[in-house]
């Protein structure tokens, strides 16, 4: 090889790179892993993202949809109740002569407790950064134990599903109590064959004796239960109403649906609902025993549904 030619193969072998192992081969393939493991948790967080929302979607829904039950039941209830807030007599056969036939809707209602799986004994959302915080240091750093409610408490609180669950139980046992009324109501005005308000003309005496001691007896059981019930569940209801929304926004992150809004607040201060709202007078529980054959006390327990609350 010439002078020459060696030179210009020198010049040539020195223009060629060397090899950068770490730049041409280690370092886009760490890009690249990187980059698919940043996709992947990416996905994976929106993924989750999505899911805590459509959880709190859900669980607003089925919260509102209970909400809005339990008002539909209580509306349903007081224009019932209107057919009959004039009540002022305890004497048992006067006041179911008061009490109308209710041709209304009396049709049982269903609730599905499971739908409020959400709510928990204490409150776990939308909770405030000074709360957050202490609770991580209590619950967390020093592992102390979660306070709950005392088996009172919680049996007393909206929390407790299976009391909401016996709300709208009792409620369906209104209805059936009024429609167990409506067929008897009909039997006694057939049998007294003068019209709706006989009773309140007639000498006392005369319309039982005319109905006769077995189905004036449980004319009156039947209107008394429906009565004490009726008012019950009024204010098992007004309670609920009152006191659920704060429950329900207490167990459902809001601020992955800021788009929805606080939850429903349920507020009546009408003249008319304020009224109706107030339990009807008392029976004469003497003439009621008269009536029925039973033990004034058995009866007074028997019509005091407070006692359930």
């Given at each position: 090889m010439s002078h020459n030619a060696e030179i210009i193969a020198q010049a040539i072998t020195a223009i060629k790179p060397t090899p950068d192992y770490l730049k041409d081969y280690i370092f886009p393939f760490v890009i690249a892993f990187f980059s698919a493991l940043l996709g992947g948790i990416s996905a994976i967080y929106i993924?989750?993202?999505q899911e805590l929302k459509n959880i709190a979607k859900e669980n607003y829904i089925s919260a509102n949809q209970v909400f809005l039950l339990a008002q539909e039941c209580l509306s349903n209830l007081v224009a019932i109740k209107y057919n009959y807030e004039d009540i002022k007599s305890d004497h048992p056969l006067v006041r179911a002569g008061q009490f109308?036939?209710?041709i209304t809707n009396l049709d049982d209602i269903t609730f599905n407790a499971h739908s409020l799986y959400f709510i928990r004994t204490i409150p776990t959302a939308n909770k405030k950064a000074k709360q957050k915080l202490i609770g991580f240091i209590k619950y967390r750093i020093l592992r102390k134990k979660i306070e709950q409610p005392s088996a009172?408490?919680?049996r007393k609180s909206w929390r407790n599903i299976v009391k909401i669950s016996s709300m709208f139980g009792n409620y369906n046992q209104v209805m059936g109590l009024l429609r167990m009324r409506n067929t008897m109501n009909e039997e006694v005005k057939q049998l007294?064959?003068?019209?709706d308000n006989i009773m309140l003309h007639a000498p006392i005496e005369e319309v039982r004796k005319r109905i006769g001691d077995k189905l004036c007896g449980g004319f009156v059981d039947v209107t008394e239960s429906a009565i004490s019930l009726t008012d019950y569940v009024m204010?098992?209801?007004?309670?609920?109403?009152?006191?659920?929304?704060e429950i329900a926004e207490s167990n459902i992150e809001l601020k992955r649906i800021k788009e929805w809004g606080r939850f429903p607040i349920y507020k009546n201060t009408q003249e008319a609902?304020?009224?109706?709202m107030k339990p009807i007078t008392k029976p004469n529980y003497k003439i009621l025993s008269e009536y029925t054959g039973a033990p004034e006390e058995k009866l007074r327990n028997k019509y005091n549904f407070n006692q359930l609350a």
């Amino acid at each position: 090889m010439s002078h020459n030619a060696e030179i210009i193969a020198q010049a040539i072998t020195a223009i060629k790179p060397t090899p950068d192992y770490l730049k041409d081969y280690i370092f886009p393939f760490v890009i690249a892993f990187f980059s698919a493991l940043l996709g992947g948790i990416s996905a994976i967080y929106i993924n989750r993202h999505q899911e805590l929302k459509n959880i709190a979607k859900e669980n607003y829904i089925s919260a509102n949809q209970v909400f809005l039950l339990a008002q539909e039941c209580l509306s349903n209830l007081v224009a019932i109740k209107y057919n009959y807030e004039d009540i002022k007599s305890d004497h048992p056969l006067v006041r179911a002569g008061q009490f109308p036939t209710i041709i209304t809707n009396l049709d049982d209602i269903t609730f599905n407790a499971h739908s409020l799986y959400f709510i928990r004994t204490i409150p776990t959302a939308n909770k405030k950064a000074k709360q957050k915080l202490i609770g991580f240091i209590k619950y967390r750093i020093l592992r102390k134990k979660i306070e709950q409610p005392s088996a009172e408490e919680l049996r007393k609180s909206w929390r407790n599903i299976v009391k909401i669950s016996s709300m709208f139980g009792n409620y369906n046992q209104v209805m059936g109590l009024l429609r167990m009324r409506n067929t008897m109501n009909e039997e006694v005005k057939q049998l007294l064959s003068e019209g709706d308000n006989i009773m309140l003309h007639a000498p006392i005496e005369e319309v039982r004796k005319r109905i006769g001691d077995k189905l004036c007896g449980g004319f009156v059981d039947v209107t008394e239960s429906a009565i004490s019930l009726t008012d019950y569940v009024m204010q098992e209801l007004h309670n609920f109403l009152l006191e659920f929304s704060e429950i329900a926004e207490s167990n459902i992150e809001l601020k992955r649906i800021k788009e929805w809004g606080r939850f429903p607040i349920y507020k009546n201060t009408q003249e008319a609902f304020l009224e109706c709202m107030k339990p009807i007078t008392k029976p004469n529980y003497k003439i009621l025993s008269e009536y029925t054959g039973a033990p004034e006390e058995k009866l007074r327990n028997k019509y005091n549904f407070n006692q359930l609350a």
